[in-house]
């Protein structure tokens, strides 16, 4: 019986659609199209683009992992039971992916928490800014000895680099940089935001690490950085607290016995 010519064009359309579901046919079994989109998606989340020549690798790729699959299937690899518990592992780890993902697409940050936050850091780090120096001894006695030195008319960038107890200012002439005053133990910052621009400790000042001789250099408003700036470190810090207490709750609902 010979077909006509309309049935000829079905089924040439019929073995086109089915080769343009298909990637590749290896051994007979076909390699579907879409394991490619999953396999470009896992590319661009690690931040690559997909490239003609990555696509191309992720072709060859998915034809050499089906070739793989069914030497080791001939082999009887995927009876094995380290094969099923492996497996059951990385069932495990995508369907936990999955819930999370879920999780976030479901619960997006807003703009609002994100402007919360925001104004949280400026509330705790605004104000005033302090370049301080200062000098770290172990004895007060000795604290007094460098401010006398000080007064009549020693340097305190040399001073520091010689006396100074701690290693990461005392080279750099006890340069602080700048810092708001809660960067600092509160014995320190209530006796450097007391001190005018270029003024020093009259007396020693006693802390946890020993005795310090502080020089405030120069004062400013603080300078932080715009909200559009941090947006996106906002953003990811708030994603993961969601996250974080999603997984928190499941967890002390769970009955663990």
């Known amino acids: 019986m010979k077909l006509s010519k ?37 590319v661009e989340r690690s931040g690559r683009p997909v490239t003609p020549e990555i696509l191309a690798q992720i072709k060859e790729e998915l034809i050499a992992r089906e070739i793989f699959m069914q030497e080791a299937r001939k082999r009887g690899l995927d009876a094995s039971e380290d094969y099923k518990v492996q497996l059951e592992l990385a069932r ?4 936990i992916r999955e819930l999370f993902a879920s999780f976030q697409k479901k619960n997006p940050v807003t703009d609002a928490e994100i402007k919360g936050e925001y104004d949280k850091f400026v509330a705790a780090n605004g104000g005033k800014e302090y370049r301080a120096r200062h000098i770290l001894v172990e004895k007060e006695d000795d604290a007094k000895a460098l401010i006398a030195d000080l007064k009549k008319g020693g ?32 014995e320190f910052s209530n006796a450097m935001i007391k001190l005018e621009k270029g003024q020093l400790t009259e007396t020693p000042v006693k ?46 609902k769970a009955k663990v016995q």
């Not at 064009?9 to 290896?26: D, E, G, I, K, T």
């Not at 001073?159 to 960067?183: E, R, T, V």
């Not at 950085?225 to 499941?250: A, G, H, M, R, Y």
């Open 6 to 42: 309309l049935a000829l064009s079905l089924v040439a359309a019929l073995s086109f659609s089915a080769m343009a579901q298909n990637l590749a046919v290896v051994n007979g079994k076909p390699v579907p199209s879409s394991r490619i989109e999953a396999l470009k998606q896992q």
């Open 92 to 95: 495990q780890s995508l369907l």
């Open 155 to 186: 340097k305190f960038e040399e001073l520091a680099k010689k006396a100074s107890k701690d290693p990461g200012s005392g080279a750099n002439g006890g340069d602080l940089d700048w810092a708001n005053a809660a960067s600092y133990v509160p």
């Open 207 to 252: 802390s946890q690490f020993g005795f310090h001789i502080i020089r405030v250099d120069d004062v400013r408003e603080a300078q932080l950085p715009k909200l559009d700036e941090v947006k996106p470190q906002i953003t990811q810090q708030l994603t993961q607290s969601k996250l974080s207490k999603f997984q928190e709750d499941l967890r002390s």
